[in-house]
């Protein structure tokens, strides 16, 4: 009587732990298809307008790539697809740098979600204080373009 | 030596003047250079890095035991007993100065340190190098036993004050040379309370997050400054030599290498290393830091 008790508690257990397998790789494939578009950007007037006083400098771009692979590209991605190595653990996805949607931000919207920045994608005027450095990571992200 | 010193310096300066056309060429601006080093620490040493105000920088920096020691049957010291560890927090309130305080477990040193960068290099080349100062003030942290019988709270002191002297030669290559002076309150019998040591410390890059890293440490022998008849084996201290691996992304700083003395505080370094690398006393060590914006 008591080894029938116990082969059915370990078959449960292994019932149980079967049934935590399932749910976990169901999770797995279930977290990036709950991540969802961003909201549209609210930027201010100001930002807008602004341009970006270093375009074409080469040196920069340089800066600007090697910026972009520090702060960048973890979640953004090596081409700026999106598909970063800390992309999928993001609530909002993290957009896509070559298509032509994002290319239309003015350098100035790009300024302001660089620097300011909301919600997930913190703006990174703090840990890169000069103005210089964040225009040379915008001028980088136009090379993303295809 | 003290010439060769001198030659030294006029060699890094000339050398330094010539790379520094590029710059002036690039740009005709008067802002810091960009990055001078990927982190404010390399293997053992400082660098005219300085976080921008308000980081707090979480450092964990590890020793395993020596490489050539017992072999494979301790996997090369990864698993020896005696490794040492730091543990670290270091605090950027304004621009350009830095104040942290850490325990290491060899000694149980607390320790207090400072680096304030004092110049830094410009774009233009019209301040060619950057200049820092750093000090370390520890405590000895053991019971008081380990002090001898006439034991009172300052034989636990120990100070170590630095003169670092930088320059960003291009984006892949940054150098600095270092002064230091090292002071212990209480040392063992037949060894120096003091030593003035020089260092030179380099970084290259090869990708924009990679680069190779290096630093020499060496005490200098001079007599007029030595408590002892003469410097043996026992009482100089050897120069510490390490080369590694960094990699730098925004909150991280990682840095794996090998390196010779096991100290951590650059103090411990300069009086009490007895490894000599030319023997091939070398140990794994890492460094890893986490940076806070506030």
């Known amino acids: 009587m008591k080894l029938k008790m116990n082969k059915i508690s370990v078959n449960k257990l292994i019932g149980l732990f079967v049934l935590i397998l399932f749910i976990g790789a169901l999770t797995a494939f279930m977290i990036p298809q709950t991540q969802k578009k961003g909201a549209k950007w609210v930027i201010p007037e100001k930002y807008k307008k602004m341009t970006n006083p270093y375009k074409g400098n080469k040196r920069d771009l340089k800066l600007g790539k090697m910026l972009y692979s520090k702060y960048c590209k973890s979640c953004h991605g090596s081409k700026g697809l999106g598909d970063g190595s800390k992309a999928l653990q993001l609530k909002t996805l993290p957009g896509n740098f070559s298509t032509a949607e994002f290319q239309a931000y003015t350098d100035g919207e790009l300024y302001y979600m660089t620097a300011v920045g909301r919600d997930e994608m913190k703006g990174y005027s703090k840990k890169i204080p000069d103005e210089e450095n964040i225009w040379a990571i915008i001028s980088y992200l136009r090379t993303l373009k295809k | 030596m003290k010439q060769i010193m001198l030659n030294f310096i006029l060699a890094f300066l000339i050398i330094g003047s010539s790379f520094a056309q590029d710059t002036l060429k690039a740009k005709k601006s008067d802002k810091p250079v960009n990055f001078p080093w990927d982190s404010d620490l390399l293997i053992d040493n400082q660098t005219t890095l300085s976080q921008p105000a308000k980081t707090l920088d979480f450092i964990i920096q590890h020793r395993f035991g020596l490489v050539n020691q017992n072999g494979i049957s301790d996997l090369f010291g990864i698993y020896a007993p005696g490794a040492n560890i730091r543990l670290g927090l270091n605090y950027t309130p304004v621009k350009n100065l830095t104040i942290g305080y850490g325990l290491t477990k060899k000694n149980m040193y607390n320790d207090f340190q400072a680096k304030w960068l004092v110049i830094e290099q410009t774009r233009s080349n019209r301040i060619p190098v950057a200049v820092a100062l750093f000090i370390d003030f520890a405590i000895d942290g053991r019971s008081d036993n380990a002090f001898g019988t006439t ?88 120069p510490n030599f390490g080369f590694g691996y960094q990699v730098e992304t925004s909150g991280h700083s990682i840095q794996i ?20 690398w030319k023997k091939g006393d070398f140990m794994l060590g890492f460094t890893i830091t986490r940076l806070w914006n506030f």
């Open chain 2, 151 to 238: 034991y009172t709270f300052s034989n636990r002191f120990s100070y170590f004050s630095q003169l670092i002297v930088s320059r960003k030669f291009s984006d892949w290559l940054s150098l600095e040379i270092t002064a230091s002076f090292t002071h212990f309150n209480m040392v063992a019998t037949g060894r120096n309370h003091d030593n003035i040591g020089v260092g030179i410390n380099g970084q290259i890059k090869f990708s924009p997050q990679s680069s190779i890293i290096f630093q020499y440490d060496a005490p200098l022998k001079i007599q007029g400054i030595s408590e002892q008849t003469s410097f043996t084996e026992t009482n100089a201290a050897k």
């Open chain 2, 257 to 276: 290498y090998f390196t010779t003395a096991n100290g951590i505080l650059p103090q411990d370094i300069y009086l009490n290393n007895f490894n000599d």
